[in-house]
């Protein structure tokens, strides 16, 4: 590859990239291919002519004043302060606070979008919802203490909302999902004030400290910054889940197919990507709606296949089994078949240069959220009062630009079915039965050591690493080792792609999950949704706590998280939620912080020591899981259960030299 220096940047030549350096994606790449014979510029292209500025990646910049911006040493981070006298530990600690401000206040402002609509539904106001799990509504309820013995789900909707909106405007007390936290993680949380009160209240607080001259402390930051992740996880993401499966239903096992072989040459292909299910919804009723399925027909289109992208679309998938085209890497390659009739999308995780390659296909790209429009975009604005509306109207314009399409189309041949819809629910019905759902076999396969441990894997894709590449190597890493994977977002799709989701990949489990998955007649990775559902994760974990045998708190059990291709905010906000609620969490492709420096230990060790849990990073695969299995076997031998493991192994050896004679 040969590269030219131009100042400080170096301008690579993309042509001599071989797009399968960039993704494992196959169908990604032979679109980035075509994209190039038609002359058009993605994200991939764009990442590798523009080298991350080394400053702002180590986060020794502070913008947070005019007496800046300032701009320390990288190599020697102690060798001078900012003009007020910062030093590189508050610099450090402030942008990461503003990092999970902005990812919590994504997540909570989603889950309070979701609490509106409940609130509408409840009210008759809005008629094109209703509850559709009133089962779930009752738990919900039950879990924060509301009566619901013998009461009307309206009554009983309507405590619920009054409770889950403290969950953002409350200003004192603890936030109501605090009630699902393991009586010992909660105790920490209060010995060092990070019980969320209400979300509102810590992102303004979290922005007030980090403000110029007020908190200068690291570690009084690093307080508030959990207090706010913690906000998002057991708060607003944990509502945006909860109401979301109250209205739109809990997720069951479904089958559904991955990747760009789901778009259809001849049909109308409508894609929705975002994050708020109430559009995806609606849109499912749109597609369904019989004046625009003759519509369809008419313009010749045998049928309107609609499809999900990133989180919508992880979430639809779990949900309704809607086929999903692609994580977020793939965003703009998807338009570049040519076979997109219209990309409908809301907020978050949109990237503004879908409107430049949507123009240059032809495709019609509507944003439909008033917090989030594109210039070069049509908006037709999503009213939850009368959501067909736009909807609808998205759907017709779909149809004409099918009739009218003028270019060549290229669809990628491949897609794989897999089974997606892990709920917390369900996993608790599958392990146990319908007479005994519970998560004891979890536990007691965990203490026997069938399973090693449990491992979270999620988070976006990023063009700064090999698409998908990261994700898959580290699972296949983890099950082969015997542990459990659980996914959401982006990671789950990748994995979804490459064929995890079948039960047939047990075998290539280690031989202890692979048993227990066959016995069960699930595949060895679970995926639970989009990332806001990332707190069915944290609830599992409360749950296997509440079981017994793994210890008292979050922070004793055997688990570990991971975002190996993270790229956004949020990522940062749930990576600190776990780690505040008591997990190990490994970050890939870069960590916004100086090593060796106070507040990289406080991080990396310093929150461990205080009960909570801590942050590891690398951007190697195998070294993630080697790290995330050793910290699996800190906590087995903590609790006695090493042994147990060693044993399980021995019985299934003499097992099988029984089976020999
Ligand atoms: Fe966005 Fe949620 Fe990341 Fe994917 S995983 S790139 S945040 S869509 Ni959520």
Known sequence: MTEKEKG??????LKKIDVRELTSCENTAQMLEKARRDGVETAFDRAVSMKACPIGADSACCKHC??????LNTKDPYGKVGVCGATIDTIMARNFARMVASGAAAHTDHGMSMLDVFRE?????????TIKDPIKLKEVADSI???TEGRETDDIANDLYRELERTYTQVEGEIPFATRVPPKTLETWRTHGVVP???????????????????QHYENITKQCSRTALADGWGGSMVATEISDILFGTPTPVRAEVDMGCLKEDQVNIIIHGHEPNLFESMLASVNDPTLLKAAEDAGAKGINLIGMCCSGAEMLSRHGIPHAGNFMSTEAVLVTGAVDAMGVDVQCIKQGLAKVAQC????????NPRARIEGAEHIEFEEHEPKKCTDQIVEMAIVRFKNRNMPVEIPKISSTGIHGFSHEYINYMLGGTFRSSYTPLNENIINGRIRGV????????????QDWV????????????????QTGCSQIALAKAGFYKPEAAHLAGPGLSEVCEAVGMPPVLGVGSCVDNSRILIACAEMVRVGGLGESIADLPVAGAAPEWMSEKAISIGHYFVASGVYTVFGVTFPIIRDTKFHKLLFEGLEELGFGKWGFTEDPYEMAQLMIAHIDKKRKALGIDKARERVLFDMASRRELEAI
């Not at 491992?455 to 090999?466: L, S």
Request: with cysteine; hydrophobic share 40%.
């Open 471 to 486: 994700h898959v190597e580290l699972v296949k890493e983890l099950i082969k080792n015997d542990v459990l994977v659980v």
């Open 145 to 147: 203490g509301i009566e």
């Open 197 to 215: 009160r209400g979300a509102m209240r810590e992102i303004m607080e979290l922005m007030h400290r980090t403000h110029m001259g007020v908190d």
């Open 121 to 129: 539904v409840v009210n008759g106001n809005i008629k094109d919802y």
């Open 66 to 71: 005019a007496m800046g911006p300032c701009r």
């Open 455 to 466: 491992a979270g894997v999620v988070g976006c894709t990023n063009p700064r690493v090999k």
């Open 361 to 368: 296909y032809g495709t019609k790209l509507f944003t439909t």
């Open 8 to 13: 400080d940047e170096k301008i690579v030549p």
